[in-house]
């Protein structure tokens, strides 16, 4: 046997860095061996970028800069090690999207990124093993998919932002996993288990081979799905569900879901109707980016986008900021099928068309929860379907799709699409789980008043009074006037939620629910 | 005679023929015995020497590739050969560089002195416990051109890695010029050292007998396979004819050994008491090559073509080994 020298670095033993993001590997690398930025661009860094040490920021997207096979090796790892690890592996590319009009005037906005987010976002498991998945950085994902716990940019101690989504300018390439401005780092240098590797690796390939199957129907080469086209056409969810759940997609958007079952079974062992938390603010661009706001916010944008809608109007695209997400959301339109009764549009809430949620993906545009009835029957696609071609013009309607499929943005199709279905399938649970509730209460009502009224400030405040005394329950006086039954016990479940001990919300849930009889 | 020349091209691959094969041998088997003995009583170094062309690096790569098999144990290793000690080629960095290169290390010239020995402790620390051990072995080849300074390089390696509860076990191989240094190291009193990397001391010995010799034949013979599971020894792919006639390398062994005498003798030399190991394989292999050209069924090697082959091949450096001796 010949002595076959195998050339390594540190650290390399043991890893494998499948799906983990191409900056955690690069800053792992130069962690572990003491390299500097132009350190490590020297081993890995192609021959025109021997270091990361540059004048602007180094984009890890930008794989011109590093020799994949050349990190391969000193890791001996196999050369499809690296596919997971870029952003834009992740994006679809169908057509180029057209830009709104402020890009096309400044090109530096037009993002390379793909789908990632500005600054590093961090899972708090994975950061212990100083693991950063790309997946943690792509917009519309806001939990790990290993650990299943929400995603967060914010630093635990300092409460600021983490680092850029970048290659440092300085000389030195800071930890991933660590705060840069208080150097908070929780990485207890343990070895990544086993079992979590394997679900990364599971998960990865899953997703990617799934989205290779949707990016087949989205290029028509897979004529077995047709996004538009005639209503006579039948979408069975035999089909679509190869495009709409993903492999483990939704598990991971029905993590919230699964949390409002426990919350909606608790609810029914304690007597209580509670009806799961639904998002409180709706298009507020001022919304601080917490965790615990940003489930919420992102709900209720992919509701907004993308939920269908039988017929645009100018002065719906007027009131939008971009007509962008309104034309994205209107390229998934026809997933409607076996409508007998326009009334039934109209009437009928959405989720009453459960019967046909298991063959049939029905999509409707909702405007604050609150159908947009007048302006469907001006729908001109709404008029074909009604009345047939004649009523429209052939060539409005060919220009009408060929727009569309410029429109459609390879980052905020995943984005739409796939909330989307989180939407509607958290509401069906709901629905499943509280139906007497749903049908008795007045749901607009509560849905407007849900849109004004945060009940998350209001929870913290009632726990903060009682972490501070010492107290397991609290005492709340509401204004009859202002409140509704229902505000009152998503306020309940928003405390059980976030709150610190189950013994104290079940003493809290007692005393509201006396209030409520009283009310 | 067609088969015959093809048959010698392919020989031109042969492990022998481009001089890596490595055979267990006597003086081999006894090394690995005296490793895995140092090992056994926990002790973290010592010296090997002996005269050049004895085989002493290739035992070292013997046990590097099959260290977990011959120390029943995954312990991880390296191989670090010394250089001239000089002014300028005793730096740190140059040393700790160095040896970051031998143990195959991607970035062996980055950084500065301190990262290099940082780079070097957690390479060590990071192969000892991925193996799952807490002993690393370090073969310093050429150790007699080792300086005291690169021993207390070592040295604040070993005490480095022992706060790690890491083992740094150093096996120092060279040449006789080990055995004095160890001497000066002893009359300076620099007990830290010796008792750090020189505590024991082993003498690899080339070849003294004809029973060891026949040792080298027979593994020839029987004892090795090339291309790797064909089941085709050294012998039988040189001579295949004569090796399928019963022709053995070994039995030849007592007239190789005795016309080595008589060579001697008839160039007025002392009696050898050490072959070196590299002048018999020199021999052996050529003989076995000739011997390709005239293989039959009743193949004879012949007294003129061993002396032929002891006075082209080996008579050479068995003379330098004898003038060694006689300095002695």
Known sequence: MKYLPTVRLNGTSGWDPYGESILSIISRLAQKNHLDATGIGRIVGKRKHKTFLTERRLNPENVDVIDLCKLGDIGAWSGNSFTASFGREYVWPIVRPKLSPRMETNPRKISERGPLMKNIRLCHRCAVDDVHLIFHQLRGWSHCPVHEVTLSNVCPKCFKKFGPYTYSYRGIIPPTTACPHCNWNNNIAGQVSDSDVAIRRKFILEYMTWMDRVKDVLANQNRSVVFIGLPDYRFDMATVEQLIPGPDWLRGCLLESSELITSSTFNKKMGLNIRPKLPNRLFDKNLRETPDYRVGNTVAKATIHAIRCYGETDSYLKSMDSGLFHKVADRFECFVDEVDEYNDLITKPWFLWRAQFDRYFLVRRVSKFKPRIETIADSSLWSYWRNGPANVMQDEFDRENSDLCLWVNNIWWRKVFLESYYWMFRNYLSYCLDEEFYIKDDIEGYQSNLSTHGVLDPARRILGLLRNTNEGAALVFVNKKATQHAHLLELAATCLKIGPSEKAILQLFQLLQNDINRI | ?328
Not at chain 2, 232 to 244: E, F, G, K, L, R
Not at chain 2, 278 to 291: F, H
Request: charged share 20%; with cysteine; glycine share 4%.
């Open chain 2, 1 to 328: 005679m067609k088969l015959q020349r093809s048959m010698r091209n392919d020989l031109s691959d042969h492990p022998i023929a481009r001089d890596q094969a490595i055979l267990p041998t006597i003086p081999m088997e006894e090394f690995v015995n005296v490793v895995i003995d140092w090992l056994d009583s926990r002790l973290t170094g010592g010296v090997v020497w002996g005269n050049q062309r004895m085989g002493k690096t290739q035992a070292i790569r013997y046990l590097l590739d099959h260290g977990t098999q011959v120390l029943g144990a995954p312990i991880p290793t390296g191989l670090f050969s010394v250089w001239d000690p000089t002014y300028t080629s005793l730096t740190e960095n140059r040393f700790f560089g160095a040896l970051l290169s031998a143990l195959n290390y991607a970035a062996p010239l980055t950084g500065t002195a301190a990262i290099k020995r940082q780079r070097l402790l957690d390479l060590i620390a990071e192969r000892v416990v991925s193996a799952k051990e807490y002993r690393f072995l370090l073969f310093i080849d050429e150790a007699q051109w080792l300086d005291n300074v690169q021993l207390r390089y070592l040295m604040d390696l070993h005490n480095q890695l022992k706060i790690s509860d890491i083992r740094l076990v150093c096996i120092l191989v060279g040449q006789p010029e080990l055995v004095e240094f160890r001497a000066s190291l002893r009359s300076s009193k620099q007990a830290h050292l010796l008792g750090r990397f020189m505590s024991a001391s082993h003498q690899f010995k080339g070849v003294t007998t004809e029973q060891e010799f026949k040792r080298i034949a027979y593994a020839f013979d029987e004892q090795s396979e090339y291309p790797a599971g064909s089941g085709i020894s050294y012998t039988q792919a040189y001579v295949p004819i004569a090796y399928q006639n019963g022709w053995r390398l070994e039995t030849n062994i007592p007239t190789i050994w005795k016309l080595l005498d008589n060579c001697l003798e008839a160039e007025r030399l002392p009696k050898c008491n050490e072959f070196p190991m590299q002048a018999l394989m020199a021999l052996l292999v050529w003989l076995l090559s000739q011997l390709s050209l005239e293989d039959n069924e009743s193949l004879d090697l012949r007294p003129e073509l061993i002396e032929e082959g002891i006075y082209r091949r080996a008579l050479i450096q068995i003379q330098d080994q004898i003038s060694l001796q006689v300095s002695d």
